[in-house]
């Protein structure tokens, strides 16, 4: 069936730091990639997304490039902030409609 | 727009009590999903609503669980007897037709059960 793996956290850097976050996905067709963040005590936001081949999604100074050759969706960012620590999801959505597919997330701790 | 509002945000219940949440979507969103998630774990779907309509329901919704969305608009999601192992956090998501793929959905605050 559809998933998602991500990396396992939790991930520690310290502020100015170069991040990575991996994800790879299994899925029939051509999904639509995610990644939403979840601060403490709040719901996910949508943090970037790509919905076809070679697509870039960017915000906030993240990035993630949709690699249908290695069905993969990096979460990347040069320089990271305390205020970014948070857990970030990985998701795909295979058809409008269709539930989103999460994975499990990884921590994201960034100290001063 | 207010986005996705859900009540209560916190709720402590005895097992063997029924619990009912509440989720406004916004309000020119047809769909409107509800998840749950595990502390060290992603949102997992429960159910989803197109308007008023049920049109999927995961193997996770036992017959303890009912969700309805009347005239399309707010859903609630009933919980039956309760027991420990329901203790989680439910999310609502919201979305229209024509932005599922491209733009996600928008999710609710959540509200949190513990079931003591």
């Known amino acids: 069936g559809d998933s998602v793996t991500q990396m396992e956290g939790p991930v520690t850097l310290s502020e100015e730091a170069f991040l990575t976050i991996n994800c790879t996905y299994t899925a029939t067709g051509y999904p639509s990639l995610f990644w939403y963040v979840q601060y403490p005590g709040e719901g996910l936001q949508l943090l970037l997304k790509a919905t076809k081949a070679d697509d870039k999604g960017s915000n906030k100074g993240f990035e993630a490039t949709y690699r249908k050759e290695t069905t993969s969706f990096h979460l990347e960012k040069g320089s990271v902030q305390v205020s970014d620590s948070a857990v970030y999801f990985c998701?795909?959505?295979?058809?409008?409609?269709?539930?989103?597919?999460f994975g499990k997330g990884t921590t994201l701790s960034v100290s001063s | 727009d207010t986005g996705v509002s859900q009540n209560p945000r916190h709720k402590i219940t005895k097992r063997g009590q029924n619990v009912t949440f509440r989720c406004d979507p916004i309000s020119e969103h047809n769909r409107l999903y509800w998840y749950r998630q595990t502390l060290g774990q992603g949102p997992e779907f429960l159910t989803y609503f197109q308007n008023e309509a049920q049109l999927e329901k995961s193997r996770l919704l036992s017959d303890r669980f009912s969700a309805e969305r009347p005239k399309g608009s707010f859903s609630t999601l009933e919980i039956q007897r309760t027991e420990q192992g329901d203790s989680a956090m439910y999310l609502c998501a919201s979305s229209s037709q024509r932005s599922d793929r491209g733009n996600g959905y928008t999710f609710g605050s959540g509200t949190r059960l513990t079931v003591v």
């Open positions: 998701a795909l959505s295979v058809k409008a409609g269709t539930a989103l597919i």
